[in-house]
């Protein structure tokens, strides 16, 4: 489909019909990326009246980034304004009219830019410190160990990191916890139990 024909189609969507559907078909195989295209080629499947269109409609709402623009150009409340060259390698060809509501300077990230809030900073030379913060507790709680979430595999980290002492208290507990395999978390205590001594 040549450019001329899909700017007739955006700017007079009541042109589309069941010859215009094989092109708008042809230009989203082409260019599966192109999401003015699926636009097109969804409008047209709406104005024949297709069966295909709702399975359609979920791809293209995925694709499209506000589903409330796709709604309103689905149902003739907006229409298309060209933003520069139409090119379907450019993803971006078209803008619907309504979405100066994003470009008037509203939005969040607008504002939040314009403002003059240039991130956080710490004074230099002011230190704080843990002890003075007063969340002391918090902190030992976090840097406590759960009795639940011993497993073989931390008893093993601390066997490797030889930290004997770990590794004896997570065996041991592992040993509590899975009684059918006693016998091996035993041998491995007796192991990290010599290994300690001779240290």
Do not use: C
Not at 58 to 76: G, H, S
Not at 140 to 147: F, G, I, M, P, R
Not at 177 to 194: G, H, M, Q, T
């Amino acid at each position: 489909m040549e450019k001329t024909q899909i700017i007739k189609y955006l700017h007079h969507s009541e042109n589309l019909n069941q010859e215009s559907l094989e092109k708008t078909r042809a230009l989203t195989a082409d260019f599966p990326w192109f999401q003015t295209g699926w636009m097109l080629y969804l409008k047209n499947l709406k104005k024949i009246n297709s069966p295909e269109f709702e399975n359609v409609l979920k791809k293209v709402a995925v694709m499209v980034p506000d589903r409330k623009q796709l709604y309103k150009f689905l149902n003739n409340e907006i229409s298309f304004e060209m933003i520069g060259e139409i090119n379907p390698q450019d993803n971006n060809l078209y803008r619907l009219e309504d979405e100066k509501i994003y470009t008037d300077g509203n939005s969040l990230i607008d504002r939040f830019l314009r403002s003059d809030h240039h991130g956080f900073k710490r004074e230099p030379g002011v230190v704080t410190s843990v002890e003075t913060s007063g969340d002391k507790p918090v902190i030992e709680k976090s840097v406590s160990e759960d009795e639940e979430l011993v497993t073989e595999t931390l008893a093993n980290i601390y066997y490797s990191q030889k930290n004997y002492d770990k590794a004896l208290s997570a065996y041991k507990k592992l040993s509590l916890k899975y009684p059918e395999k006693s016998i091996y978390f035993a041998s491995r205590i007796k192991e990290i139990e010599v290994i300690k001594n001779n240290n």
